[in-house]
């Protein structure tokens, strides 16, 4: 594939083609100007792809993006030469956008379903049961990785799976930045734009949303207010479900729920969606291993390739280091290559 070509035809589509609105289209802008780095690391993760397949020939093969945003991931597998591509997102804006740049680009077999992991048997009556299943940052907003892992394999029995995230808990360079935007959600205020549609308290701290979730349980009143402030802050990283299920518990057996261990991880209560959980290497590998996936971990890129100046200098020389010195959870995004296990 001719990645100069390919990085020119990405930053020559008009962001005018999107039109929902202006948080996607400036997202698309960016993209747009970060376009090589982001070839650059989709180039890597396809031929991580390619190793995993049983004749090592992508042309007869199918891929799928979980979580495929604006697209550009299943355009670049497409011109790769993959048989056939197959994107999925859960925000119905991202699939409307990647499709209009996959028409734009010309791209043939890329399918689209608009949904979660519970859509992708509508997906593969689509394209066929894929060989590989690739999301992008991702895994770290999962609810329930155990669940997840269990519906993919469901309908991928033998595909493997390689997800990347940003959100490295033993890397400080990536988890301070994280640590004050959960801190945020938690206690401050959060984006309106990254929450479920409908959602009366959208805007709101995730505290506040889960007291007044909280509230609408204890509806004669019966738990004092001391302790709904009490139950609101043990029940961090619940969804709204689980929080109505811990104040039943409460209202029955004045017990509260053991408060999560990590100091800032969080999720919003409605979406289900934690704010870049921040998780070890060592987590990650107990969650594959109690799904049956074996995994294993590699290093992602520092963004040397827009980069200019001395930032350039730096993140090139962090590269190398990483290179020489396989530590993946101190680079810029974690890699898991998981293969199901054979029973």
């Not at 207010?225 to 969804?239: C, H, I, P």
């Not at 870049?276 to 590998?285: C, D, I, M, S």
């Amino acid at each position: 594939m001719n990645y100069p070509n390919l990085i020119e035809k990405i930053k020559a589509i008009p962001p005018s083609i999107i039109r929902c609105c202006d948080y996607h289209r400036n997202y698309f802008i960016r993209l747009q100007n970060d376009t090589g780095y982001y070839l650059h690391f989709y180039q890597h993760l396809l031929k991580l792809a390619k190793k995993q397949l049983r004749d090592k020939n992508e042309k007869h093969a199918v891929i799928w993006d979980f979580g495929c945003g604006q697209g550009l991931f299943g355009a670049t597998a497409s011109l790769s030469g993959w048989k056939k591509t197959g994107l999925i997102d859960i925000n119905p804006h991202c699939v409307e956008n990647a499709e209009k740049i996959i028409t734009h680009l010309k791209l043939n077999e890329v399918y689209f379903e608009c949904g979660d992991e519970n859509n992708l048997q509508e997906l593969a009556l689509k394209t066929g049961t894929p060989e590989v299943i690739i999301s992008t940052d991702v895994i770290e907003h999962v609810y329930e990785i155990h669940t997840f892992l269990n519906r993919l394999k469901k309908v991928a029995p033998e595909a493997t799976l390689i997800f990347t995230t940003g959100a490295i808990a033993e890397n400080p360079l990536r988890a301070k930045p994280m640590k004050r935007l959960q801190i945020a959600d938690e206690l401050h205020k959060t984006d309106v734009l990254q929450t479920a549609d409908g959602n009366p308290y959208a805007g709101q701290p995730f505290l506040q949303v889960r007291l007044a979730i909280i509230e609408t349980v204890d509806t004669a009143n019966q738990i004092e207010a001391k302790d709904k402030t009490e139950l609101a802050k043990r029940t961090r990283g619940m969804n709204k479900k689980d929080v109505q299920k811990a104040t039943i518990a409460f209202l029955q057996n004045q017990v509260f729920p053991e408060e999560l261990k990590h100091p800032t991880n969080t999720c919003d209560p409605i979406s289900s969606s934690w704010t870049e959980r921040l998780l070890t290497k060592k987590e990650y590998a107990e969650a594959f291993k109690n799904s049956d996936y074996s995994v294993t971990f590699h290093s992602g890129y520092y963004n040397d390739v827009t980069s200019t100046g001395l930032k350039k200098m730096v993140l090139k020389t962090m590269n190398f280091l990483l290179k020489v010195f396989p530590m993946p959870q101190y680079s810029a995004s974690l890699i898991m290559v998981a293969q199901p296990l054979k029973k």
